[in-house]
Protein backbone atom coordinates (compact mmCIF):
# COMPACT_ATOMS: atom_id res chain seq x y z
CA UNK A 1 0.00 0.00 0.00
CA UNK A 2 0.93 3.49 -0.74
CA UNK A 3 2.20 4.92 2.41
CA UNK A 4 2.32 8.33 1.50
CA UNK A 5 -1.57 9.00 1.85
CA UNK A 6 -2.59 9.34 4.96
CA UNK A 7 -4.77 6.25 6.54
CA UNK A 8 -8.51 7.18 7.46
CA UNK A 9 -10.16 5.69 9.99
CA UNK A 10 -13.07 3.54 9.45
CA UNK A 11 -15.70 6.28 10.07
CA UNK A 12 -13.60 8.69 7.69
CA UNK A 13 -13.76 5.59 4.92
CA UNK A 14 -17.60 5.08 5.70
CA UNK A 15 -18.31 8.88 4.87
CA UNK A 16 -16.01 9.14 1.86
CA UNK A 17 -17.77 6.03 0.45
CA UNK A 18 -20.61 7.33 0.46
CA UNK A 19 -20.36 10.38 -0.71
CA UNK A 20 -18.08 8.76 -3.92
CA UNK A 21 -21.34 6.78 -4.04
CA UNK A 22 -23.90 10.05 -4.03
CA UNK A 23 -21.55 11.75 -6.65
CA UNK A 24 -21.69 8.77 -8.74
CA UNK A 25 -25.20 8.45 -8.43
CA UNK A 26 -25.76 12.35 -9.03
CA UNK A 27 -23.51 12.09 -11.85
CA UNK A 28 -25.62 9.52 -13.50
CA UNK A 29 -29.27 11.35 -12.58
CA UNK A 30 -27.54 14.10 -14.48
CA UNK A 31 -26.46 11.97 -17.55
CA UNK A 32 -29.82 10.35 -17.93
CA UNK A 33 -31.49 13.88 -17.26
CA UNK A 34 -29.47 15.13 -20.34
CA UNK A 35 -29.82 11.81 -22.65
CA UNK A 36 -33.84 12.06 -22.27
CA UNK A 37 -33.23 16.07 -23.03
CA UNK A 38 -30.64 14.98 -25.62
CA UNK A 39 -33.59 12.16 -27.15
CA UNK A 40 -36.33 14.81 -27.05
CA UNK A 41 -33.96 17.87 -28.74
CA UNK A 42 -33.49 14.87 -31.48
CA UNK A 43 -37.30 14.68 -31.77
CA UNK A 44 -37.76 18.06 -31.90
CA UNK A 45 -35.14 18.84 -34.28
CA UNK A 46 -37.06 16.26 -36.33
CA UNK A 47 -40.39 17.70 -36.35
CA UNK A 48 -38.73 21.38 -37.23
CA UNK A 49 -36.66 20.17 -40.05
CA UNK A 50 -40.19 18.21 -41.07
CA UNK A 51 -42.12 21.46 -40.94
CA UNK A 52 -39.20 23.74 -42.60
CA UNK A 53 -39.45 21.18 -45.45
CA UNK A 54 -43.10 21.33 -46.20
CA UNK A 55 -42.77 25.40 -45.19
CA UNK A 56 -40.03 25.40 -48.12
CA UNK A 57 -42.05 23.57 -50.55
CA UNK A 58 -45.15 25.51 -49.92
CA UNK A 59 -43.43 28.99 -50.46
CA UNK A 60 -42.10 26.98 -53.54
CA UNK A 61 -45.69 26.72 -54.76
CA UNK A 62 -46.77 30.30 -53.50
CA UNK A 63 -43.72 31.98 -55.51
CA UNK A 64 -44.82 29.77 -58.51
CA UNK A 65 -48.56 31.03 -58.06
CA UNK A 66 -47.17 34.36 -57.83
CA UNK A 67 -45.11 34.48 -61.05
CA UNK A 68 -48.13 33.27 -62.67
CA UNK A 69 -50.35 35.74 -61.46
CA UNK A 70 -47.38 38.29 -61.99
CA UNK A 71 -47.53 37.48 -65.72
CA UNK A 72 -51.27 37.28 -66.12
CA UNK A 73 -51.27 40.85 -64.49
CA UNK A 74 -48.77 42.10 -67.48
CA UNK A 75 -50.94 41.03 -70.04
CA UNK A 76 -53.96 42.51 -68.56
CA UNK A 77 -51.96 45.92 -68.47
CA UNK A 78 -50.83 44.93 -71.92
CA UNK A 79 -54.24 44.25 -72.81
CA UNK A 80 -55.77 47.33 -71.16
CA UNK A 81 -53.12 49.46 -72.71
CA UNK A 82 -54.34 48.02 -76.10
CA UNK A 83 -58.00 48.64 -75.07
CA UNK A 84 -57.22 52.69 -74.14
CA UNK A 85 -55.55 53.04 -77.58
CA UNK A 86 -58.48 51.62 -79.52
CA UNK A 87 -60.62 53.26 -77.39
CA UNK A 88 -58.78 56.84 -78.03
CA UNK A 89 -58.86 55.85 -81.83
CA UNK A 90 -62.46 55.14 -81.63
CA UNK A 91 -63.31 59.11 -80.10
CA UNK A 92 -61.12 60.55 -82.67
CA UNK A 93 -63.19 58.60 -85.13
CA UNK A 94 -66.06 59.59 -83.60
CA UNK A 95 -64.75 63.30 -83.35
CA UNK A 96 -64.03 63.10 -87.27
CA UNK A 97 -67.46 61.76 -88.24
CA UNK A 98 -69.24 63.81 -85.89
CA UNK A 99 -71.27 64.80 -88.73
CA UNK A 100 -72.06 61.70 -90.10
CA UNK A 101 -75.13 59.51 -89.68
CA UNK A 102 -75.24 56.16 -91.23
CA UNK A 103 -78.40 55.81 -92.83
CA UNK A 104 -78.73 52.50 -94.38
CA UNK A 105 -76.49 49.29 -95.15
CA UNK A 106 -77.51 47.27 -97.39
CA UNK A 107 -75.64 43.86 -98.60
CA UNK A 108 -76.59 43.45 -102.23
CA UNK A 109 -72.84 41.75 -103.13
CA UNK A 110 -71.40 39.06 -101.46
CA UNK A 111 -68.25 40.31 -101.44
CA UNK A 112 -69.30 44.21 -100.53
CA UNK A 113 -71.06 46.17 -98.12
CA UNK A 114 -73.05 49.30 -99.13
CA UNK A 115 -73.00 51.96 -96.85
CA UNK A 116 -75.10 55.26 -97.17
CA UNK A 117 -73.85 58.04 -95.52
CA UNK A 118 -75.33 61.03 -94.65
CA UNK A 119 -73.11 64.52 -94.24
CA UNK A 120 -74.23 67.26 -92.53
CA UNK A 121 -71.65 69.66 -93.58
CA UNK A 122 -72.60 73.43 -95.18
CA UNK A 123 -76.37 71.97 -95.84
CA UNK A 124 -76.73 67.81 -96.65
CA UNK A 125 -74.88 65.79 -98.89
CA UNK A 126 -75.23 62.18 -99.50
CA UNK A 127 -72.24 59.73 -100.00
CA UNK A 128 -72.63 55.95 -100.99
CA UNK A 129 -69.72 53.82 -100.07
CA UNK A 130 -69.09 49.74 -101.03
CA UNK A 131 -66.80 48.48 -98.72
CA UNK A 132 -65.61 44.75 -98.83
CA UNK A 133 -66.99 42.41 -96.27
CA UNK A 134 -65.58 42.34 -92.55
CA UNK A 135 -64.57 45.76 -92.56
CA UNK A 136 -65.18 46.86 -89.19
CA UNK A 137 -67.65 49.67 -88.74
CA UNK A 138 -67.49 51.73 -85.90
Known amino acids: MDTSRRQ ?25 RLQKAETELQALTAAQRNENSCLRHRNERLNDMV ?5 IIQQLREQNRELQQKNLGLEQTMKLTHG ?21 VQGVLKAVFQMPRGFPIY
Request: no cysteine; glycine share 0%.
Open 8 to 32: LTPAQRSAKIERDRRRRRERNMEFE
Open 67 to 71: SILEN
Open 100 to 120: FHLINVKAPMKKFLRISLLLK
